[in-house]
């Protein structure tokens, strides 16, 4: 027996390969921002740039022409519109529902993909509505409930609750469904971690500085691989269309487990540490980045992923083409 047959040249590895990575599978993270310059880079984030609107939506433009399905949508929010109690993340007229509006009219053949979540909304940093030292579940799935009508109001396709919040699910769809939004899908963040991954994305929306303490209240435990199960039981359960983890690589034994136990939708987000790790290693010649972006990217659907969220998928979108 001698496996290196199925190896000898470029056509037989393409033919016998069990995985492929397509453009379909990519879905671009992307960060909208009220500054009023067209394009601020982060330098945390080499190659990613907070947006006007209208700079989103010519690279949505572009995305749609690659073939991208979907892009996802955060928030860079001016300093005088955050507060204690997160009331910019549920205004009609904020910078994501603008931005929501303008890409269904330009490109109405994408989807878009929008975070529910208070955390760049307010002053304090957290993904809820506090009460001294406590982040307050159930008042903050309320509001989330609220933002997440609203931003299906203004025509997104998915909204993706991140909060981590108990019963949030459950809320936002009977929200969706009782106002006539019953189409509208939810991607649940259902297995979101309390990683040391999320830093670069914390600069680029504005939240490193605010943050006071930590999330391990509400984010899950690195640890834990039973009760992500569970998250993702009770999210479904609730009316979740599709399921997240976050972060990716470091997960990858978590998205197996749920898709091999729930064979539903599953998606991975490459965050923004990932990304930004890989990019520094390669400006540093010390790895070749489209190597292993592409490495990295193909883990995530042999471990069972149906799409990865990333700040790549433009420039890898454009490799795929030109392979």
Avoid at 32 to 49: H, N
Avoid at 80 to 93: G, Q, V, W
Avoid at 164 to 172: E, L, N, W, Y
Avoid at 309 to 319: D, F, G, I, P, S
Wanted: glycine residues 8%.
């Amino acid at each position: 027996m001698r496996l290196r047959r199925l190896r000898k040249t470029d056509w037989m590895r393409r033919m016998v390969a069990e995985t492929r990575l397509d453009v379909s599978d990519l879905i671009w993270t992307c960060i909208v921002s009220d500054s009023g310059l067209d394009r601020v880079d982060v330098p945390s984030l080499p190659g990613v740039q907070r947006l006007s609107v209208k700079a989103l939506v010519e690279e949505a433009r572009k995305a749609s022409d690659l073939g991208i399905p979907a892009l996802a949508i955060f928030p860079n929010i001016s300093p005088e519109f955050k507060s204690e109690d997160a009331r910019e993340a549920a205004n009609p007229k904020g910078i994501v529902p603008e931005a929501v509006r303008a890409i269904k009219k330009a490109v109405p053949e994408i989807g878009v993909i929008v975070d529910v979540a208070l955390d760049p909304y307010t002053s304090h940093g957290h993904d809820g509505l506090m009460e001294g030292e406590t982040i307050l579940n159930d008042p903050t799935v309320e509001a989330l409930a609220k933002v997440g009508v609203m931003l299906a109001e203004a025509g997104a396709d998915i909204v993706a609750p991140s909060d981590m919040m108990d019963g949030r699910i459950g809320a936002v769809r009977d929200a969706l469904d009782d106002a006539g939004h019953a189409d509208v899908s939810i991607m649940s963040y259902a297995a979101k971690f309390a990683s040391g991954f999320y830093g670069p994305y914390r600069d680029a929306i504005g939240t490193s500085t605010t943050l006071k303490g930590d999330k391990r209240t509400y984010q899950m435990n690195p640890a834990n691989m039973n009760i992500a199960l569970r998250e993702v039981e009770l999210d479904l359960t609730e009316g979740a269309d599709m399921v997240m983890v976050k972060p990716g690589m470091p997960y990858l034994d978590v998205i197996s487990a749920i898709k091999q136990e729930f064979a539903r939708p599953t998606f991975a987000f490459q965050v923004s540490g990932e990304y930004a790790m890989m990019k520094a290693a390669g400006a540093n010649g010390w790895l070749d980045y489209d190597r292993i972006m592409m490495e990295t990217l193909m883990s995530f659907k042999r471990a069972g992923c149906d799409g990865i969220l990333t700040y790549a998928a433009l420039e890898v979108a454009e490799k795929l083409k030109s392979a």
